[in-house]
């Protein structure tokens, strides 16, 4: 019987290339992967998921307006669902998910984070903790060593960043993983 799984961690807790990995084992085995991606991701381009560490794939472009339901059934013949940055797509979308688990017996795999840099939930990472059979964290650290839990926004002159939108795409240049004690240590230091 199909699942509906959430892996997710902080930024730089390798989601991605875990995503990549997962799909190159399925096709491996010759199964088909549906590899998706919500549009607004356009780092590496509108249709390109790449990981940090170089391993990178085509993948489909999920727009808001998208019924995820509808365009696999249309999309045809595929045994698993990838799906990288899920944390940006709506409730619906996410819904959409898992009616394919369900009533298509078809197993999804998103891959995502958990919360912004304010520590809150996003749409689509809050549905799936709510619907989800299976949550899993991939951790990483803090340059403390402790688990690394917040997605710390950084300016171009390295200070954490506590006010704006909840959406600002970047990497290593925009974000930087800390354990919640260094997170607030770093803003009263830079607030004193």
Sequence with gaps: MAKLYFKYGAMGSSKT??????????????????????????RDGADVIRSRIGL????????????????FKAHGDCHVIIADECQFFTAAQIDQLRRIVNELDIPV????LRTD?????????RR???????????????ACGRKAIVN???D???????????????????????CHSCWIETI?????
């Design 128 to 142: 799936l903790f709510e619907v989800a059979d299976s949550v899993t964290e991939i951790k990483t650290i803090c």
């Design 109 to 112: 795999l998103c891959f995502g």
């Design 156 to 178: 171009c002159d390295g200070r954490v960043v506590t006010e704006g939108g909840q959406i600002l795409l970047g990497g290593n240049d925009s974000y930087v993983a800390m």
């Design 152 to 154: 710390a926004r950084i």
């Design 17 to 42: 290339a875990n995503a990549l990995i997962t799909r190159f084992n399925y096709e491996e085995r010759g199964m088909k992967v549906w590899l998706i991606k919500p549009s607004i991701d356009v």
């Design 56 to 71: 990178e794939q085509q993948a489909y472009a999920v727009t808001p307006e998208i019924d995820l339901f509808e365009e």
């Design 188 to 192: 009263k230091k830079q607030n004193s």
């Design 117 to 125: 840099f304010l520590t809150h939930l996003f749409e689509g990472s």
